[in-house]
Nanobody, 124 residues
């Protein structure tokens, strides 16, 4: 049984930092591209970042580029998202997801497994 469990969300002020974690089990973590997505109330789920299976390649949405950093520890089956200089518009539920195909990394439909999400709220 595959499980992805996010943690690290919370309520912070604009300019603060948070580090999200996504602990996985039941899959060969080192073989999966991992992604971070977010969904704000009334909006569609949007791509935030992805990281290759080896961890040597990362991609970011323009809205978070330069502020967010994805990383992974394949020995711990864990994915991370370091979020700095947070803005109120970053407020959303953040999801981690695992993908085992060569399809677009930004399309949530291409991800095979999802976590339950963790809430990030940034106050102004």
């Amino acid at each position: 049984q595959v499980q992805l469990v996010e943690s690290g969300g919370g309520l912070v002020q604009a300019g603060d930092s948070l580090r999200l974690s996504c602990v996985t089990s039941g899959l060969i973590f080192s073989m999966y591209t991992m992604g971070w997505f977010r969904q704000a109330p009334g909006k569609e789920r949007e791509f935030v970042s992805s990281i290759s299976a080896s961890g040597d390649t990362t991609y970011y949405a323009d809205s978070v580029k330069g502020r967010f950093t994805s990383s992974r520890d394949n020995a711990k089956n864990t994915l991370y998202l370091q979020m700095n200089s947070l803005k109120p518009e970053d407020t959303a539920v953040y999801f981690c997801a695992a993908k085992y195909n060569y399809n677009s990394r930004t399309d949530p439909r291409n991800y095979n497994y999802w976590g339950q999400g963790t809430q990030v709220t940034v106050s102004s």
